[in-house]
């Protein structure tokens, strides 16, 4: 059985927790920060985890997580 690769792009995006959970960055806290209100920004510099949705997907591209 050959090796299977990791998704580069994938793995630049993803950590794994200690229990084999993912943890994500959250969307929209790149630029434009002028209309958006401090709490929302601050609630977006905090790491989340990957809903249970994705993991099968997700475990697809980095199997070696």
Do not use: C, W
Not at 6 to 31: D, E, V
Not at 32 to 48: D, M, N, S, V, Y
Request: aromatic share 6%; net charge positive; hydrophobic share 30%.
């Amino acid at each position: 059985m050959p090796k299977i690769k990791t998704h580069r792009g994938a793995a630049k995006r993803f950590r794994a927790t200690g229990g084999g959970r993912l943890k994500r960055s959250k969307a929209y806290h790149r630029h434009i920060f002028t209309k958006k209100r401090p709490k929302r920004k601050r609630h977006l510099r905090q790491a989340t985890l990957v809903d249970k949705t994705n993991m099968k997907s997700l475990e697809r591209l980095l199997p070696y997580i």
